[in-house]
């Protein structure tokens, strides 16, 4: 390092200070920056800019490995593409040629662990911004903080002036891809890897295994993958490809091959795992099926023996995955061998048996190193205190995991299928404010992570079920527990839905894509539109309406809308400044009887594409019902400009009118009924929905 | 086969019959239809309907291969996205269970040959398709037709009864990419061969090396992509992967490797191979390089004739492209060895000595089974009658070649980075009507190739540049001579645009992508509406303008907007409508008034945008400009809509104007100046404007 580098802020710093969310004194600057994560600490300076200029320059003095440089190759290429400056690639050892000074003590661990450190510090002045970082791992965190302080400035590109020490708040953030019910090719899992570490995550989760499909090629049990899926799966050198790509981003990799439940496509190859004799065939449907591993029988414990002895050197991660989720007792139930086995080993009901079985998988596993998790249902007095608890039932069972001293993470609220908001996910914390567990216990909960289960996504609509809300789960699991402000994720998520964008993944593109397919043109503006406004239903509905199977092609309108409908967030805040800023309400009237107007404009365009393409009836209907709700919504504003209060009955009956539009049009619902109560309310002179 | 068939029209037609375009008896029928290329012969029977049910299935009752079979699954996965449809991907052999029965007779040639048949019938009653063809290849072609074929039909999907008989007017229809100036990854190069395929191109020239990188794994030789590539390249496994993805869609892989001339990348790890000491690194620009192989040295020879061999089983296709073209003679001149060498061989200018070198590369591709294709500068009287000319630098030596008795390909006026129309690259014909060419001769013109050079272009932004317009060049090389109704052409166009999106060609979603990534959100209306009257300048133009090098990011308005700017089409067809439509006159000047306002409120809004997007700024302009050209047509149509004409003064000033706009903005031009003359000059009161 360099003596004479003016900054004396180093790493002592986080490891001392309680992280303090945006610490600042400039909380305009700040106001205008869009990081995601919020930094533990953060200091902007607004004295000055650091300029971005053709001359840009990086340099590493100290340390360097392959990981850091192709990292920082990936950074100038991003921030070339961002500027539009023909900036070198090539990296500089001298300090002071660097514009971007990239000082690491140390390469990380050899195996990324749940211990690795993260932090980094970061110090932008107006010559140059100085990354230091313990490990290359803290490098490349603080390497995706340098890129979003990136700024428009006038004709040019700037950094502000800041002082950030940085540091994760739990040790595991992880998504889960769930690649069995759908596989999902390596390009479409690499795009994710990156947008992952673009929000500062660091385990992949990946589901590789469960009833409609194995999707990892075993070269000693090939009827694994040739008979357990559809002919998609990864290959060995894929999945060292994946990992490696992992790794370069300081992400871990760990895989999960679900059993004893959760197992049919093991059993189609290789039926005498399990405990009923089959045949088995892939199901096509995503019914409860009632197959699972025989845990009675030496030569299963031998097949999964050397399975993982294969696998284990593919999976170089710590841990490893066993699922133990849903096991139906019947599969055990109906066989008297098994039984029997119960009865001599006092094994007194499924519970037990399950824990035995668990037992003796932990114990292979513990034979190539690696550590257990297992979702909730794992949890059993019989099992060793290593073994990790992945939560999914609810936030309980990871609190008395955690008393019991299990180390656990949470994924209860963080399911993405779910179809919730962004800001219902941001509010789920895995230790919550006020919670009852002590600090002794609360270092048991390790952190989280957001669950992709594949039922209903495709290699085309994955990434806008992933994003951008996952980032609002990452700020979660990364950032201080104070950093809680909706309205300011919401306003930073905005930036990061496109740079995300950017890094390639298609979650703007794809619902694009889908639409020009299903409309069958590329004149979509009057579906874009729509897609504003309009959200798909629950899981829940969503499984009961027109059942999907794996034969469903997953393409109607309610595949390509997302959650967090942005016309209806806009429209909230619209009715705020119109409600609480009568020098701005005739102007905002205005708008909004704009927008009502194009509402009620939007049905007979989008009736004419369905006419051709059959495939948007859902979107024909949501934009009937969009039409209607556009039209009390004018009324609604005619009553506020003219000063006289609507009439009760006017009132209780436009309600009445939104209320049956609040049901599902197909598999979309309309995302802006409650803000047209309000107008409603406050045309019928209700104090309590203007707030005045 | 199976004798029921109804049909009787079998293969025996196509080839007895002279191809009539588009020979139907329901023009309307036909005009409802997307097909392209066109077919050679087609007749539409409007009295009924294949309908697309659940339950469709394929059936391929006689000959069948995992190509075909994985064409089939293609097409039902294409197919199921189309229409919603849960679809079985299970190929029965049972003829009667099937709604597309594939009858083929045999796989096709083991390497497909140039001579390859590909020709095909396809026959669509109400109970059924039967799709016949000689081959395999003929079979993909015939499939791909057969989805171009289906379309909405009010609730659901269904096929016109048609009966066709298809097969190409040239045997060699093939796309350029090159990948040594900005290198395109395997999904790039997949993608493409994807679109081809759709479009019936069965030609893939892989422009390999040239003076910016060297882009294959050499194990011999591995300086060549070590040193000779920024480690950008493809791996031996990867071109495998690539030429078998090829062969799958019925498409040959010519590789080039360009010699002696742009051929600096070579040199970098081997200079020795040079005519000049070197040392020579990688040009970081797209100047003219003065660097050549040494044609006088038998180590340069035996070196070719190793790098050959370990490359030839990779390309097994029967052609080698050697490049040949731009060799600078500077490189040869300044060597006297050189001198002595072409003195003793009674060389007597550079052209003689590449000719030697010809002759030689001839022969080490000779022992290795390969033709040599070469650009127009190796047309040599020395050379060997079975060598393939490509001509670039005009249709001329096309000719004259064919007249020598040497086989030819037409790239000249195919070079898709000129950025001309569609409709100029679809009025190029290798043999155009009246052609001095007999037919003795004519049968030596074997074909075109669309050339995709790559200074300009990234994985970002080929596609855009690819595509649609290569669609039209495809129907020039595969269809009659006789179709050329070039609004036909866009009218189609216009459909195969939206089919080349599903089938994952990024040309829509590229320039989206890269308008939120240069503007930095992703409220784009305001760029995309731009995208629609402006088009990137030309090649020329471009190169002149901010001189583009290699590390320029091409990531400004000029990269995003594409020719054939849909506005300017759209705008040519109003104002026809306009002058010889009376009564729909006032209407259409509505329309005609709200487009130019449009225009005029455009600017404001990219102003803001650009204000903290600085990679705007040529947007900026062009709206700007457009904005001053909507306030022209605004007042043009006042004129004409007051029945009195414009002054001479008016006209002859906003003519001045409107040629003043006609500059480019940057990397930008206006599409629609054309159109604009032509309304003034009518608001004029000038009778050769309106036509009348």
Known sequence: M???????????????????????????????????????????????????????????????????????????????????????????????????????????????????????????TTFRAVLRAPTVVGALRGLETFQQLVTATGSGFTVPLAHIADRPRFAWRGLLIDVSRHFEPVDVIERNLDAMAAVKLNVLHWH??????????????????????????????????????????????????????????????????????????????????AGAFDPTRESVYRFITRFVGEMAPLFPDHYWHIGGDEVDARAWDSNTAIHRFMRRHKLKDSGALQAYFNRRLSRILTAQHKRVVGWDEILHPDLPHDIVIQSWRGQASLFSAAQDGYSGILSAGYYLDAMSSAGQHYAVDPIPTGSDLDSAHAIHVLGGEACMWGELVTPETIDSRIWPRTAAIAERLWSPSTVVNVNDMYRRLATVNVELADIGVHHLSGPDAMWRLIAQTDQIAALRALQHVVEP???????????????????????????????????????????????????????????????????????????????????????????????????????????????????????????SLTAPRGLLKLAIIPQLRRLVLAAGGAASATGQ
């Open 537 to 659: 239903v629950s899981l829940g509905q969503r499984m009961h309406t027109r059942r999907p199977t794996l034969l469903t092609p997953l393409v109607e309108p309610g595949d390509i809308v997302t959650p967090d409908a942005r016309g209806g967030r806009a429209l909230s805040a619209l009715l705020d400044t119109l409600f609480h800023d009568p020098s701005r309400a005739p102007g905002l009237r205005d708008s909004l009887a704009a927008m009502f107007a194009q509402w009620q404009a939007l049905a007979p365009t989008i009736a004419a594409l369905t006419a051709r393409a059959p495939l948007l009836t859902d979107a024909d209907s949501a934009a009937g019902a969009l039409a209607t709700a556009g039209g009390i919504g004018a009324d609604a504003l005619t009553y506020l400009g003219g000063g006289q209060p609507a009439s009760s009955a006017w009132t209780s009956d436009r309600l009445a009118q939104l209320d």
């Open 208 to 289: 590789l295994s469960d009833d409609q499909g194995f999707r990892v090629e075993s070269k000693r049990y090939p009827k694994l993958q040739e008979l357990g899926s559809n002919g998609e799966y990864y290959t060995q050198a894929q999945v060292r490809e994946v990992v490696a790509f992992a790794r370069d981003r300081g992400i871990r990799v760990v895989p999960e091959f679900d059993m004893p439940g959760h197992s049919i496509s093991w059993f189609v190859g290789y039926p005498s795992l399990a405990s009923s004799p089959g045949p088995y065939a892939l199901p096509t449907d995503f019914n409860f099926t």
């Open 2 to 124: 360099r003596p004479s580098f003016p900054l004396t802020i180093g790493l002592a710093l986080i490891t001392a200070a309680t992280p303090i969310a945006a610490q600042s004194s400039d909380s305009v600057a700040l106001a205008q920056l869009s990081l995601m994560p919020m930094p533990a600490s953060i200091h902007i300076d607004s004295g000055g800019r650091l300029a971005l200029t053709p001359s840009f320059r990086v340099a590493v003095p100290r340390f360097r490995d392959g990981r850091l440089l192709r990292a920082a190759a990936r950074a100038i290429t991003r921030l070339a593409r961002h500027t539009g400056l023909g900036l070198t690639h090539e990296v500089t050892r001298d300090s002071v040629l660097g514009t971007l000074v990239i000082d690491v003590r140390g390469p990380g661990e050899t195996v990324q662990s749940v211990d690795e450190d993260e932090s980094y510090t970061l110090d932008v």
